[in-house]
């Protein structure tokens, strides 16, 4: 079975400083990876996602992650956080199927310092 | 419609009552999911439907719990004699992407049994 960890429960950052949040994943073949992004009183977004090819994924806002097969990590990373950034991230894993359900990490809430 | 909707996006009954939860997928989408998500933690898998049929109802928690599509778009979750323990905001996701399995939220029904 699939399972997803997120080490780092709350992470503060300054504006402008980078950012990593860390994302482990559990899954005996090829995942399908996510990570998505919740505001306080909105749905949850897609940031970006990985389910073949380079393991190096943009996605919106900035943020980037790269697929790591030998640490089965997935880790979130932004060059210059913005106030904006402050919010609850989630990392996901799927079995790699074109419909399935996907199991959730704990997440990890990050709050910006101006 | 241009997103994933769900109705009521409030919902306090009183333990014991029976309640249903609705949602509307993006139209044209076949697969719908619905998650749970308690306060401080990631989306909980609950059931997924491919067209009309529940596809993965292994989530359920317990017979309390049951979702139907009857048409293969709006799905209703019900939850018979509600418990303080049902307090949480249900998610429901929708996807139309063979291939990579990206699910789009709603904004989430928050139930409160008191």
């Known amino acids: 079975a699939q399972s997803v960890t997120q080490p780092d429960i709350h992470i503060t950052v300054s504006e402008g400083a980078s950012l990593e949040l860390r994302c482990n994943y559990s899954?005996?073949?090829?995942?399908?990876l996510f990570w998505y992004v919740q505001s306080p009183g909105q749905g949850l977004q897609l940031l970006l996602k990985?389910?073949?090819?380079?393991?190096l994924v943009q996605g919106i806002k900035g943020f980037e992650a790269e697929f790591k097969r030998s640490q089965s990590s997935f880790n979130l990373r932004k060059p210059s956080v913005h106030w904006s950034d402050a919010a609850e991230y989630f990392c996901?894993?799927?079995?790699?199927?074109?419909?399935?359900?996907?199991?959730f990490g704990p997440g990890t809430s990050l709050s910006v310092i101006p | 419609g241009a997103g994933v909707s769900q109705t009521p996006s409030n919902k306090v009954t009183e333990k014991g009552k029976y309640v249903e939860l609705r949602c509307d997928p993006i139209?044209?989408?076949?697969?719908l999911y619905w998650y749970r998500q308690s306060l401080g933690q990631g989306p909980e898998f609950l059931i997924y439907f491919q067209g009309t049929g529940a596809a993965d109802d292994s989530g359920l928690p317990n017979d309390r719990f049951f979702a139907v599509r009857p048409e293969g778009s709006v799905s209703t979750l019900k939850i018979q004699r509600t418990e303080r323990g049902d307090s949480a905001v249900y998610l429901c996701?929708?996807?139309?992407?063979?291939?990579?399995?990206?699910?789009?939220f709603g904004p989430g029904t928050r139930l409160t049994v008191l």
């Open positions: 996701a929708s996807s139309n992407r063979a291939g990579d399995n990206e699910q789009f």
């Open positions: 899954y005996g073949a090829t995942p399908y």
């Open positions: 990985y389910f073949s090819g380079d393991t």
């Open positions: 996901a894993v799927g079995r790699g199927a074109s419909y399935d359900k996907v199991i």
């Open positions: 139209s044209g989408h076949t697969a």
